[in-house]
Protein backbone atom coordinates (compact mmCIF):
# COMPACT_ATOMS: atom_id res chain seq x y z
CA UNK A 1 0.00 0.00 0.00
CA UNK A 2 1.22 3.45 -0.65
CA UNK A 3 0.83 6.33 1.56
CA UNK A 4 1.81 9.91 0.52
CA UNK A 5 2.05 12.18 3.82
CA UNK A 6 2.17 15.79 3.33
CA UNK A 7 3.79 18.06 5.33
CA UNK A 8 4.55 21.89 5.89
CA UNK A 9 1.74 23.55 5.60
CA UNK A 10 0.98 26.79 7.23
CA UNK A 11 -0.07 30.80 7.40
CA UNK A 12 2.76 32.96 5.52
CA UNK A 13 2.26 36.66 4.62
CA UNK A 14 1.78 37.78 0.60
CA UNK A 15 4.93 38.17 -0.79
CA UNK A 16 6.40 35.29 1.65
CA UNK A 17 8.37 32.17 1.31
CA UNK A 18 7.06 28.12 2.01
CA UNK A 19 7.89 25.18 1.70
CA UNK A 20 6.09 21.61 1.67
CA UNK A 21 7.10 18.19 1.51
CA UNK A 22 5.59 14.69 0.18
CA UNK A 23 6.83 11.85 2.28
CA UNK A 24 6.24 8.54 0.08
CA UNK A 25 6.36 5.45 1.76
CA UNK A 26 4.98 1.94 0.58
CA UNK A 27 6.85 1.36 -2.82
CA UNK A 28 9.83 2.79 -4.68
CA UNK A 29 9.77 5.84 -4.83
CA UNK A 30 11.24 6.38 -7.92
CA UNK A 31 8.53 4.42 -9.52
CA UNK A 32 6.35 7.17 -9.49
CA UNK A 33 5.93 10.06 -11.13
CA UNK A 34 4.71 13.08 -8.96
CA UNK A 35 2.26 16.10 -8.86
CA UNK A 36 1.11 18.59 -6.72
CA UNK A 37 -2.35 20.39 -6.84
CA UNK A 38 -4.57 22.21 -4.79
CA UNK A 39 -7.25 23.27 -3.53
CA UNK A 40 -9.43 26.54 -2.78
CA UNK A 41 -12.43 26.56 -0.91
CA UNK A 42 -15.18 26.62 -3.75
CA UNK A 43 -12.99 26.23 -6.43
CA UNK A 44 -11.91 23.25 -8.61
CA UNK A 45 -9.12 21.66 -8.11
CA UNK A 46 -6.01 22.92 -9.84
CA UNK A 47 -2.60 21.49 -11.23
CA UNK A 48 0.21 22.84 -9.80
CA UNK A 49 3.48 21.17 -10.37
CA UNK A 50 4.59 18.27 -11.71
CA UNK A 51 7.67 15.81 -12.19
CA UNK A 52 8.69 12.91 -13.85
CA UNK A 53 10.30 9.43 -12.30
CA UNK A 54 13.84 10.92 -12.06
CA UNK A 55 13.01 14.81 -12.33
CA UNK A 56 14.47 15.39 -15.50
CA UNK A 57 11.12 16.85 -16.71
CA UNK A 58 8.76 19.04 -14.78
CA UNK A 59 5.67 21.01 -15.89
CA UNK A 60 3.85 23.89 -13.93
CA UNK A 61 0.36 25.55 -14.08
CA UNK A 62 0.58 29.18 -15.17
CA UNK A 63 -0.28 30.93 -12.24
CA UNK A 64 2.56 29.50 -10.33
CA UNK A 65 5.12 29.68 -12.73
CA UNK A 66 8.25 31.66 -12.35
CA UNK A 67 7.18 31.36 -8.55
CA UNK A 68 7.00 27.59 -7.37
CA UNK A 69 9.46 25.19 -7.89
CA UNK A 70 9.05 21.18 -7.70
CA UNK A 71 11.89 18.91 -6.80
CA UNK A 72 11.94 15.42 -5.42
CA UNK A 73 15.02 13.51 -3.85
CA UNK A 74 14.50 9.58 -4.39
CA UNK A 75 17.40 8.71 -1.54
CA UNK A 76 14.59 10.31 0.65
CA UNK A 77 11.50 9.32 -0.95
CA UNK A 78 9.78 12.47 -0.69
CA UNK A 79 8.86 15.52 -2.91
CA UNK A 80 9.15 18.52 -2.46
CA UNK A 81 7.48 22.39 -3.75
CA UNK A 82 9.24 25.41 -2.76
CA UNK A 83 6.82 28.26 -3.28
CA UNK A 84 7.58 32.09 -3.57
CA UNK A 85 6.60 35.08 -3.90
CA UNK A 86 3.26 33.86 -2.45
CA UNK A 87 -0.48 35.46 -3.07
CA UNK A 88 -4.18 35.28 -1.02
CA UNK A 89 -4.68 33.42 -3.98
CA UNK A 90 -2.58 31.18 -3.79
CA UNK A 91 -4.45 29.84 -0.18
CA UNK A 92 -5.72 26.19 -0.85
CA UNK A 93 -5.25 22.65 0.54
CA UNK A 94 -2.07 21.40 -1.30
CA UNK A 95 -1.72 17.83 -2.84
CA UNK A 96 0.75 15.30 -3.76
CA UNK A 97 -0.31 12.63 -5.76
CA UNK A 98 1.71 9.97 -7.31
CA UNK A 99 0.70 7.69 -10.31
CA UNK A 100 2.68 5.13 -12.69
CA UNK A 101 1.66 5.33 -15.91
CA UNK A 102 4.24 8.06 -18.15
CA UNK A 103 2.01 8.89 -20.70
CA UNK A 104 -0.87 10.76 -19.39
CA UNK A 105 -0.64 14.14 -19.01
CA UNK A 106 0.83 15.28 -15.81
CA UNK A 107 -1.76 18.24 -15.91
CA UNK A 108 -4.81 15.91 -15.26
CA UNK A 109 -5.53 14.97 -11.63
CA UNK A 110 -7.54 11.72 -12.95
CA UNK A 111 -4.22 10.22 -14.20
CA UNK A 112 -2.57 9.82 -10.69
CA UNK A 113 -3.33 6.68 -8.65
CA UNK A 114 -2.52 8.21 -5.16
CA UNK A 115 -3.00 11.00 -2.89
CA UNK A 116 -2.20 12.57 0.10
CA UNK A 117 -4.25 13.76 2.89
CA UNK A 118 -3.28 17.59 2.20
CA UNK A 119 -1.87 20.10 3.96
CA UNK A 120 -3.37 24.01 4.35
CA UNK A 121 -1.69 26.69 3.20
CA UNK A 122 -3.12 30.23 3.99
CA UNK A 123 -1.55 33.52 2.70
CA UNK A 124 -3.02 36.50 4.45
CA UNK A 125 -2.82 39.91 2.33
Known amino acids: QVQLVESGGGLVQAGGSLSISCAVSGRTFSDYHMGWFRQAPGKEREFVAAMNRFGGSTYYGDSVKGRFTISRDNAKNTLYLQMNSLKPEDTAVYYC??????????????????WGQGTQVTVSS
Open 97 to 114: AARIARSASYYDGTTYDY
